[in-house]
């Protein structure tokens, strides 16, 4: 259904819709799909989308994917 939004529809999906997908993907334990999500979201992946997803590696126990968000989110937000 997100894929087809912009081929469908027309309609181009946001951050804010990104970020939701991610936080519903993550919390369900698709972890990978919601890094994929986030790594295809480019300019609207913002570290709210990251640390969605860090949390939810933390939850499922997936520390190669936490490792990248967190290092994502460091660049993202150095001086948090």
């Given at each position: 259904i997100?894929?087809?939004?912009?081929?469908k529809y027309g309609i181009s999906p946001g951050r804010k819709l990104y970020v939701c997908m991610v936080d519903l993907l993550g919390r369900a334990g698709f972890v990978e799909k919601a890094e994929?999500?986030?790594?295809?979201?480019?300019?609207?992946?913002d570290c709210i989308a990251w640390s969605s997803l860090l949390q939810s590696c933390r939850i499922h126990g997936n520390e190669a994917i936490g490792k990248r968000a967190a290092e994502v989110?460091?660049?993202?937000?150095?001086?948090?």
């Open positions: 997100f894929d087809s939004l912009e081929s994929k999500l986030l790594l295809k979201a480019r300019g609207d992946a989110l460091m660049d993202l937000e150095p001086e948090n």
